[in-house]
């Protein structure tokens, strides 16, 4: 029975970019429903959606088929694309629909802007993920042929440009000061913050960092994705870091995307 054995899904002309660009989004997305989970429902959609993920990457992921290894030495290259052949169980293919529909789902989270600050997937990578997705579920149900990306994308024809444009700055400014240690346990916390300042429609938001000592890599994402969300709205993010955090943003290479301004000396 095809449960039991594994299928070969082939791709075709794999873009490698677009990989490396939907695999750093979906990582952006993951960080920040990781900072969620602990204070959402069980059944809620941060929950089930990091639910399904990790089931799907734990069964059918880059954990286990050796051809991953293949596409990110391939990255490490600076190749464009590659052809990839990954074995996957049978059931790989109602994982990766139902993926699908989630990812659908959390990117209408991430479009409102009320829960997530995330930004939605850009058409591009909606694109490529739609493909991606596809090739396992057409190929394992139907044993069809592979669909090489350039031949999808030309089906596609013109995209429409969806992405909304940035609103007018609007006036006033908040700030947040943070204390402590930026990382899993407390990301939460400036998240929060973070939101209940945008609800009163500032143009500027500053974030005090003066006297914190340590940031993780969840930390640094909930910067990154901070600016992101603002940006697209208009308002101005402004960090005030002492020197252990700017060098770390420095050495994260996001000195210039965050322009950090220094604490004042103690």
Avoid at 156 to 177: C, F, H, K, M, Y
Wanted: with cysteine; aromatic share 4%.
């Amino acid at each position: 029975m095809i449960q039991d054995q594994l299928v070969e899904v082939h791709l075709r002309g794999l873009p490698i970019d677009l990989w490396k660009r939907a695999s750093a989004h979906q990582e952006a997305i993951q960080r920040e429903l990781e900072i969620m989970r602990g204070s959402e429902p069980p059944d809620s959609v941060p929950n089930r959606l990091i639910t399904l993920i990790e089931g799907f990457d734990a069964r059918f992921g880059e954990t286990s088929d050796p051809a991953w290894s293949e596409l990110r030495a391939a990255a490490d290259r600076g190749e464009k694309t590659m052809d990839l052949t990954i074995r996957v169980p049978g059931p790989a293919s109602g994982a990766a629909s139902e993926l699908a529909s989630m990812l659908d789902e959390v990117d209408e989270y991430c479009r409102a802007g009320d829960h997530l600050m995330t930004l939605a997937t850009p058409p591009e990578l909606v694109a490529f993920r739609e493909w991606f997705l596809d090739e396992f579920i057409r190929q394992i149900e139907g044993g069809g042929e592979p669909l090489p990306w350039q031949e999808y994308r030309g089906q596609l024809g013109s995209q429409p440009d969806n992405s909304e444009q940035p609103a007018t700055p609007r006036r006033g400014s908040e700030t947040i000061v943070f204390e402590g240690s930026l990382d899993l346990a407390t990301a939460g916390e400036l998240r929060d913050s973070i939101q209940a300042r945008r609800a009163n429609d500032p143009g500027e938001i500053v974030v005090d960092l003066t006297n914190v000592g340590f940031v993780d890599s969840i930390g640094i994402g909930l910067l990154v994705t901070t600016h992101s969300r603002l940006q697209e709205e208009g308002v101005s993010l402004q960090l005030i870091v002492p020197p252990r955090v700017k060098e770390l943003l420095r050495l994260s290479g996001l000195i210039e995307l965050l322009r950090p301004e220094d604490a004042p000396e103690a």
